[in-house]
């Protein structure tokens, strides 16, 4: 059984301190929109997929690093990457985010070593590609998804900080600590917190 | 398996993200291949990215959807292939994109075969070795971190089995000993400089050495 995720702006965890937006986007099933290009090679659903994804890839990738115009470029062929694996999206390993999150490192890696030839890119593919150890213990991606996103909005600002910067950023603890201007100590403890919590909202689904 | 002989989140973390070194990945990528649970913790950080990608603030892209659209590529009826593990490389799949050595043995029921990383800073190899052989010791300048595919060996800071990730950087000399019934059979990534001391770590060094 499939429980598909409805990505919502207003359910959003507001990353920056910034305002709020509504986004005017209705409810999108992301889920089925990739199964359709799957089935029929939708170009109606690889529109609203590009509208409300691609412009999330590139300020995740800018957020990494990247240059403005390599993020652009980056986002469209993550997007390009999304039509034409439609097919190896599997809903019971990992929500829609999730795997789109994971196409757009793997450009942005074979992106950043292209000229040392790195097979990384293809190594990870791989992994993402493998079969679940015990098939009862498959469940639904999206469901991973939406909890690990409600345990961002349960951390406290200081914790969701550290795990932006470890984890959406890519920095190692010890740049995190520069960053913020706080001992080793406090970034791994606040960083061991946040995954416990994190883990532990997903505990029953192990 | 052991519970606790796997990588942190913090190593876990900078593979996923891509920075580390390719071949130090790539023995994480054999762990996690070979190790469920590390497979779930892994599964979870990229949850998190999908997390963040959910909710950051958008940047306007430069081009409009419904004009790529247009042009998009025809769709093959079958899905892409995935590579399957290269013959002879122990099952695991992600040795797939590299080309591999020949099996050289350095004696004393030591195997050896080099797994060409042209884009790392570090040696990889897998090492063969048979039951109750002793490793000679040594010490690193750099990291040593190897994931055991079958079979164990045990040193100075445990017992490491198929499926464990052992992780040792220029704190630790050690000493391992083979498991003396099941062998082993493992794939390690090299940093820095090793000194080996024996006879076999003088067979070892042209094999290991920057």
Redesign the interface.
Known sequence: MMVALA?HSEM?????R?PR?RAGAALMDANALIQS?AQS?D?QA??KL??H????????L???GTP?DL??EL??ET??MV??????FDPT??????????I???L??DA??RE????????????Q??EP??PDQVFD?SE??SR??AA?TSLSPDQLRV??L???E?L??QDVAKRLSIPLGTVKSR?RLA?AR??GS?EDL? | MSMSHRPS??TL??F????LD?GL??VV?AH??IN?QT??D??????????????????????D??S??IA????SAE??Q??SAPPDAAGL??L???TLGRWQSVGRGVALRRVE???SDSRVFMLRAQPGTRLPAHRHTGAEWTTIISGAYQHEYGRYAAGDFDEADDRHAHTPVVDPYEGCTCIVALTGNVRFEGMIGRLLQPFVRL
Request: aromatic letters at 6%; hydrophobic letters at 50%.
């Open positions: 990505i959003s965890v507001p990353l920056s910034g937006r290009i090679s170009r690889f529109v590009f509208d994804f691609a412009p999330r890839v590139k300020a995740l800018m957020r990494q403005a993020a652009e986002a469209q997007l390009l039509w034409r694996k439609a097919a190896l390993r990992a929500g829609a985010s999730t795997w789109i999150a994971a757009a490192r793997n942005r890696i950043a070593r040392k030839r790195s097979r990384l890119p293809d190594v990870l593919d791989i992994l590609g493998e150890e015990q991606g991973r998804d690990v996103r961002l795990v932006q470890a984890f959406m890519g190692s603890h960083l995954m994190m883990r997903l192990r | 989140d913090e973390a900078a996923a993200a891509g920075r390719e990945a790539l990528a996690v291949e469920p497979r779930r892994l599964a979870d950080i990229d949850a998190l990215s999908g997390a963040f990608l959910d909710s950051i603030e958008p940047e306007p892209m430069g081009i959807a419904r790529l659209s998009l590529p025809q769709r899905p892409p995935r590579p799949a992600v797939a994109p590299y990383v042209p884009s």
